[in-house]
Every structure is written in structure tokens, then in C-alpha cells.
């Protein structure tokens, strides 16, 4: 009985090609722009706690809002820098080298996804913060066209609303409610007639000839007068014939001499006006601000991109040289 034997074929193994090595990798760079979410995510948890432990809500108590400001400032940089650096750290040194002998060329692209981790980090970054900060730059920009255009003329035929949005943009509400306040009664007025009898006529009638108690129901006045103190606002002067009609119904309203009413008018005119100053002043200091904030983001993202670039590099070099990553001293990973 004979065996035959024969050799077992082997396939072969056809040589890598030019279009089969993949110069970027896209699992490491994702991995690094979570990885740097993660830790810019801890960090700013914890500084916010701390930020919050440096202010109070009692006068004289904690730190002022500029040194908070600064230091939240100065944190938020240093944390992005930080979280860039290290997702860029992990993409570098989880990247596979694809026969790369050229050390140079190893390392550009090393660097290179240290480069994409952070690009990919700011487009989530920008894709969630996009819909809050859109929506506060349309609430900043509704609120300075009604304060310039006047809050009070796109809202004639509801006073209740006229009042709420008046008192959540300019301060008009207490402006008018100022000037519609009734005149306090003169000493002994109040008990004149309240229960003797009238002449000719029945105790506790009211006397002939006294004038009436003037119509608490008046919101359509003071969605008139919130209006003129809008076109007052906006065309810098109050005619002669607002101060007139305004003085005139006060005077009748409210059982006032025209001289008071009249008084009354330019007060409020003049409240008016500095409410709207303080307001354009708070407007232009948040815009000085928001100028500020944009261009310490803009330096920080440079920044730590070059952190993000370099640190990628310096992962891809401890990966070729089997280098631990040391903390301090000690083995940290």
C-alpha cells in the first residue's frame, strides 16, 4: 500500500500597491476630537465650580466681575490648548505607519492628523455652539432695532403687549408710570363732602359742581404715551404739540394744574432719554466685549492647533521609539 504525497500550494501575496495605503486614517483623528472633547468637557466642568466659588451675590463679597472675567479667560485658553494637545497626542501615536521609510515624511503626516483633530474638533465645536450663539446674536439684534426703531410702534393694537416688551427692552414702564401717577389729595380734601349733605340734596350725594374722579381704565393712554416717548427717542425732540396733548390729558385725567402736567411731560421726556443712553451705553460695552471675546477665541485656536500639530508629532515619535508616556516621572498610560 503506497501513500502519494504532494506539496501544499501557498498563495502569494501580492505587493502593496500605491492606491492601497491609506495616508489618512480616520479612526485615530476621530479619536482624538473625542478624546479632546472629553477633556476640554472636565476641565471647563471644573473651573466653572471653581469660577463660581470666587463670586457672591453680596455686596462687597468675592471677587470682582473683571478678575473673574480674566481668570475665566485666561482658563478657558489654557484648557482648549490642552485638550487639543492631547487628542492630537493620541491620533499621532495611534497612527499606523504604512512603509514609510522616509522619517521626515512620517512625521508631516503625523503632524498632519494632529492638524485634522483639531479641524474636526472646531467644526463639532462651532456645529453645536452655532444654534445658541445664533440665537442670541438675533435676540441682541431684535433688541437694538426696536431700541432704535422704537419698541412701541409694532405693538399699537395690544397695550399688554406694548407694556411687556417696553419693560423688557426700555425701561418706559416706569417712565409712564411716573408721569400717570395721581396727584396726592390736599390736607382735609379727603373728608370735604364725603358724608355731609350737599346742598339741596340728600346726605352723602355728591355736590354740584365737583368734578369727577378721573378713569383708572387708561391703556390706551399709555400705549399712546409710550408712543410719542418712542418717536420722541427717535427723532431726538418732542414737538410742541405732543407736550401739549400730553400735558392737556394729564391736567384733565388727573385733576392737575396744565403747570404740573407740563412738568410732568418734560420729566418723563427726559427719563426717556437717559434710559435710552444707559441702554445704547450697555449695547456698545457688550459689543467692545464681544469684539474682545472674538479675537482671544481666534488666538486660542491658532494656538492650539499648533499644540494640536505638535503634539501629534511628538505621539508619532514615542510610537516609533516605544516610548512610555511618563507624567511627573511615572508611567501615565
Not at 487628542?87 to 501615536?93: E, K, M, Q
Not at 492628523?113 to 453645536?128: D, Q, R
Not at 417696553?166 to 390736599?186: C, F, G, H, K
Not at 499648533?306 to 514615542?318: K, L, S
Amino acid at each position: 500500500m503506497s501513500y502519494q504525497t504532494g506539496s501544499v500550494a501557498t498563495p502569494a501575496v501580492a505587493p502593496a500597491t500605491v492606491s492601497d495605503v491609506r495616508y489618512v486614517e480616520w479612526g485615530p483623528i476621530i479619536a482624538g476630537a473625542v478624546a479632546a472633547s472629553a477633556i476640554s468637557f472636565v476641565l471647563l466642568t471644573f473651573g466653572a465650580a471653581v469660577g463660581f466659588s470666587m463670586t457672591s451675590p453680596w455686596p462687597n463679597a468675592g471677587f470682582s466681575a473683571a478678575v473673574v472675567g480674566i481668570i475665566v479667560a485666561i482658563w478657558t485658553v489654557l484648557v482648549q490648548i490642552a485638550a487639543f494637545a492631547g487628542g492630537g497626542y493620541l491620533a499621532g501615536r495611534m497612527r499606523v505607519r504604512w512603509g514609510e521609510p522616509d522619517t521626515e515624511e512620517a512625521r508631516f503626516r503625523d503632524a498632519a492628523h494632529g492638524f485634522l483633530v483639531w479641524a474636526l474638533g472646531v467644526v463639532i465645536g462651532a456645529a453645536l455652539l452655532g444654534s445658541v450663539i445664533g440665537a442670541g446674536v438675533k435676540t441682541a439684534t431684535d433688541a437694538a432695532t426696536r431700541v432704535a426703531g422704537g419698541v412701541a410702534a409694532g405693538a399699537t393694537s395690544n397695550p399688554s403687549v406694548t407694556s411687556q416688551m417696553t419693560s423688557q427692552l426700555m425701561p418706559y414702564e416706569s417712565v409712564i408710570d411716573v408721569m400717570l401717577r395721581p396727584a396726592a389729595p390736599a390736607a382735609g380734601q379727603a373728608g370735604q363732602g364725603a358724608g355731609a349733605a350737599a346742598p339741596g340734596g340728600a346726605a352723602g350725594a355728591p355736590a354740584t359742581g365737583a368734578t369727577a374722579a378721573p378713569s383708572r381704565d387708561d391703556a390706551a393712554f399709555r400705549a399712546e404715551t409710550g408712543r410719542v416717548l418712542t418717536s420722541v427717542i427717535r427723532n431726538r425732540e418732542l414737538t410742541s404739540a405732543d407736550r401739549t396733548y400730553l400735558a392737556a390729558q394729564l391736567a384733565s385725567r388727573y385733576n392737575i394744574p396744565q403747570a404740573e402736567a407740563e412738568k410732568r411731560v418734560d420729566t418723563a421726556v427726559t427719563s426717556a432719554r437717559d434710559a435710552e443712553i444707559r441702554t445704547r451705553e450697555a449695547a456698545d460695552k457688550a459689543r467692545r466685549a464681544a469684539v474682545i471675546a472674538g479675537f482671544l477665541a481666534a488666538a486660542s485656536l491658532l494656538i492650539s492647533c499648533a499644540a494640536a500639530v505638535g503634539a501629534a508629532a511628538m505621539g508619532g515619535r514615542d510610537r516609533d521609539d516605544s516610548t512610555p508616556l511618563m507624567f511627573a516621572g511615572y508611567r501615565f498610560w
